[in-house]
């Protein structure tokens, strides 16, 4: 492993000191492929700047929210123009009313949307508004999918969890993981026999819309209109969190994408609540939960389920959000899949032509590789890939320019800004790169 850039060591010995791990989130570190996390300086399009000038093509596009490229000029100019009106009044305003009618116009179950500041309190905020619907305390969650850092949802969590290997984490009290059943994931008998033993005591059912936190693990066909089913014969709600594929696998997400039929055993169903996040905030502050109106008008001040927030709908972040929407278009999606299925057929073929087996799993433009020849279906399956692997790899492709997730447990994000000449960048680094994962 090679450092060439000084200037990050030097950030980041002084984050050391100041900041646990030297970071602000855990996937930033580099723990698992080990090194010196690469302090960024700019963006532009596919490509981002770290402090010692070093350019990058980057395929995690700030996990997520950057699917049109870095400094988009509409966006800019939407959060330029913002800024320049004020950046938080504590107030309503026009840009959440824009932003909240752009999502239910995009989502048909989503009748009504409340916006919140990270995936993480849309998650939360959901369960709780399941729970006080149901009045049942019992959520029903899959092994490896992560849901931000809500106390209950850290079982078994997948994202940085995942990466790190824990279990769980410290300081959740046992009473809290207590009303929370764990089961794998694609497994319907699994969740039949939750609901068998448990059934009236379970609010909801919260599942990622495609599994991604795992690395990339798509649900079975007609997976999440049976967790519908499921949910709805016994009284409780499906929730699905589409935090990280909302808007980005389709105008209206996995959602959309079963929807139109692409599954079709899926069609003719509606999850009871969505949370979304990423994507609508444009690359600043924003999440969002929302769903069915009767279940919706239990938030306050309308009913009894308290949520609040001081920067919710903030008028900057929701700017941001609505000209990210706004950008996003039929050509852009299918440019989206066409550069995610170039770029994860180049980094399997090289792979396999190095003598690595491994695995190319992808759910609409959201896809990652396992280092294993076997599909993987759940988080048992994950955890049985050769992720060391993974450290040799990565290290080469970032000496060669290329930004990819510091795990071998996380999706690869391509944007609208991938063009030819970042494809080819990707192409020349994988030789090398996939020689020092064998
Ligand atoms: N849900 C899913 C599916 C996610 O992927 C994430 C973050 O990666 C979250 C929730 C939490 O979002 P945030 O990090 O904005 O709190």
């Known amino acids: 492993m090679t450092t060439h850039s000084p200037a990050s060591a030097a950030l980041f010995a002084r984050a050391l000191t100041v900041t646990p791990g030297g970071v602000n989130s855990p996937v930033r570190a580099f723990r698992s492929v080990g090194g010196t996390p690469r302090f960024m300086a700019s963006g532009r399009g596919a490509w981002i700047t770290d402090v010692d000038g070093k350019h990058y093509v980057d395929l995690v596009g700030s996990w997520g929210p950057m699917i049109l490229g870095h400094s988009h000029p509409d966006v800019i100019a939407a959060v330029t123009d913002a800024v320049s009106r004020g950046l938080s009044f504590g107030t309503p305003g026009e840009g959440e009313v824009l932003l909240a009618e752009e999502i239910v116009r995009r989502v048909a179950p989503v009748e009504q949307v409340r916006l ?63 009303d929370v059943i764990v089961v794998p994931y694609n497994d319907i008998a699994a969740v039949e026999l939750a609901f068998s033993k448990y059934g009236d005591e379970i609010a909801c059912v919260i599942t990622e819309a495609a599994a991604a936190n795992m690395g990339v693990v798509p649900p079975l066909p007609g997976f999440n209109k049976m967790l519908a089913e499921i949910a709805h014969r016994n009284g409780a709600l499906l929730i699905s969190d589409e935090v990280m594929t909302g808007f980005r696998l389709s105008r209206a997400g996995m959602y959309g994408l079963e929807a139109a039929g692409l599954d079709p055993v899926a069609q003719g169903w509606a999850p009871d609540l969505l ?72 980094v399997s073929d090289a792979l396999y032509a190095a003598g690595v087996p491994n695995r190319l799993q992808r759910a609409g433009n959201l896809f990652s590789i396992f280092f294993t020849a076997e599909q993987v279906f759940n988080y048992d399956d994950a955890r049985e890939q050769e992720s060391f692997r993974y450290a040799a790899f990565f290290h080469s492709m970032l000496d060669a320019g290329i930004y990819l997730p510091p795990s071998a447990f996380e999706a690869w994000f391509v944007s609208a800004a991938h063009d030819d000449l970042a494809l080819q960048q990707i192409a020349d680094a994988l030789p090398a790169a996939a020689a020092a994962a064998a």
């Not at 931000?148 to 949802?153: M, T």
């Not at 850290?154 to 959740?172: E, H, M």
């Not at 920067?311 to 941001?320: C, I, K, Y």
Request: net charge positive; charged share 15%.
């Open 116 to 178: 919140v500041s990270s995936g993480t309190e849309a998650t939360m905020s959901a369960v709780r508004l399941a729970r006080g619907f149901t009045k049942r305390t019992k959520v029903v969650k899959f092994a490896g999918c992560y849901h931000g850092h809500v106390d209950a949802l850290l079982a078994s969590a997948g994202s940085g969890v995942a990466t790190l290997a824990l279990p769980d984490s410290a300081g959740v009290p046992a009473t809290t993981t207590a």
């Open 275 to 346: 949370t979304f996040g990423k994507v609508i905030g444009g690359g600043l502050p924003v999440g969002a939960f929302g769903g069915r109106a009767d279940v919706m008008a239990l938030l306050a001040p309308e009913g009894p389920v308290y949520q609040a927030g001081t920067l919710s709908g903030n008028p900057v972040a929701t700017a941001a959000g609505l000209a990210n929407l706004r950008g996003l278009n039929d050509t852009v999606y299918a440019h989206l899949n066409e550069t995610a299925n170039t770029v994860g057929r180049l």
